[in-house]
């Protein structure tokens, strides 16, 4: 596995992402469809298999309904290896 996937960076990322989703009360079914994407993909973000890019992290926050300026600035506090 590359270092990326796991980097702490990374890992908020994931956890990020899943938090939001299911405080907007989504399974991954859910947001899957909204994203027109598959639920494989949905759990292979959150598992930290899957890097996801800017233009989709954008698309996963318009889909969720979060800032997705405030969750970078999140995402950016984690500490560096």
């Not at 996937?5 to 994931?14: D, G, V, W």
């Not at 947001?31 to 800017?54: C, H, M, N, P, W």
Request: aromatic fraction near 6%; glycine fraction near 4%.
């Amino acid at each position: 596995m590359s270092e990326v996937f796991k980097s702490p960076r990374h890992e908020a990322l994931r956890r990020l992402l899943r938090e939001k989703r299911l405080l907007a009360e989504l399974t991954q079914r859910d947001l899957a469809a909204l994203l027109g994407r598959s639920q494989s993909f949905i759990s292979d973000v959150e598992k930290g298999q899957y890097r996801v890019t800017v233009v989709e992290f954008l698309e996963i926050a318009e889909a969720i309904g979060f800032n997705p300026a405030v969750a970078l600035r999140r995402v950016a506090k984690a500490a560096k290896r």
